[in-house]
């Protein structure tokens, strides 16, 4: 039996169930059925399923992997760090600066640090993906980004 896999499916079970709980609390849309919670509850439940999914077979004695020890030295923590860093900053930038204008570089920074080195896709992949989202959530969900500095043409 794997303790640190027992640990994290409970946290995850944890995460999952005070999701659930603060759903409740939402408000219901009356027009289209699908309220706010909606989305948030699917990715809850998922959680939910997957980690007792991990605390199940780490008690069945099924998880075969091996834990290593984290070095800040290994190239593949430094990513992870770095991923977090740049996250926080994303969402410390996102009201202020707007949904637009943040998530552009963003996506253009995980496009480089996953490996992609096709300088056409930076042009168009980034925007698409951005612009794609933003009219998702503004036009179908009828669901506000932050404008920020484009706030005067948006």
Partial sequence: MKHVDVIS??????????????????????????GPAFFPEILAWG????SALLVLQA?????????????LRQKGTQRILLSVGVMIVYCAVLKP?????????????????????????YLWVPMAITIGVYLVFEKVLVLSLPNGLLDFIL
């Fill in 9 to 34: 499916g409970v946290i995850g079970v944890l995460i999952g169930a005070y999701v659930l709980i603060q759903c409740q609390s939402f408000p219901p849309d009356v027009v289209m059925k699908i």
């Fill in 59 to 71: 008690l069945l004695g099924k998880v075969s992997g091996t834990f290593e020890r984290l070095s």
């Fill in 97 to 121: 600066v707007g949904f637009i204008l943040a998530t552009i570089p963003f996506i253009i920074f995980f496009m480089f640090l996953l490996g992609n080195r096709n300088k056409f896709q």
């Fill in 47 to 50: 959680l939910v399923a997957f």
